[in-house]
Nanobody
Framework: VQLQACGGGLVQTGGSLRLSCAAS????????VGWFRQAPGKEREFVAA????????AYADSVKGRFTISGDSAKNTVYLQMNSLKPEDTAVYYC?????????????????WGQGTLVTVSS
């Protein structure tokens, strides 16, 4: 499966953005899909994930209540709605997919990755 992420940009603190991750090659509903982010000088970290087949959704504590992951199987696309953005949310955001739900949400559990989209939150 090939992934294409988009929707990043520059936004002020408190603003919103919606990221999209479109899949081609295979039905997204067959995969667990995750969003990760990497800030300059930091390691890549888990943000959110959803598993259609297992009916599960998970969020990092740092984004709970502010970010929402959702999917449209007809469009083969997963979204990350980001509200109440903070400067510490600034990072390159990546979507990733794997055939199985990765319970520990480690990036090592994902086989397919998109190219990343930059989100910058100004203070």
């Amino acid at each position: 499966v090939q992934l294409q992420a988009c929707g990043g940009g520059l936004v002020q603190t408190g603003g919103s953005l919606r990221l999209s991750c479109a899949a081609s090659g295979r039905a997204f509903s067959s995969y667990a899909v995750g969003w990760f982010r990497q800030a300059p000088g930091k390691e890549r970290e888990f943000v959110a994930a959803m598993g259609w087949r297992v009916g599960r959704i998970a969020y990092a504590d740092s984004v709970k209540g502010r970010f929402t992951i959702s999917g449209d199987s007809a469009k083969n696309t997963v979204y990350l709605q980001m509200n109440s953005l903070k400067p510490e949310d600034t990072a390159v955001y990546y979507c990733a997919a794997n055939r199985q739900w990765a319970a520990d949400h480690s990036s090592m559990g994902y086989d397919y990755w998109g190219q990343g989209t930059l989100v910058t939150v100004s203070s």
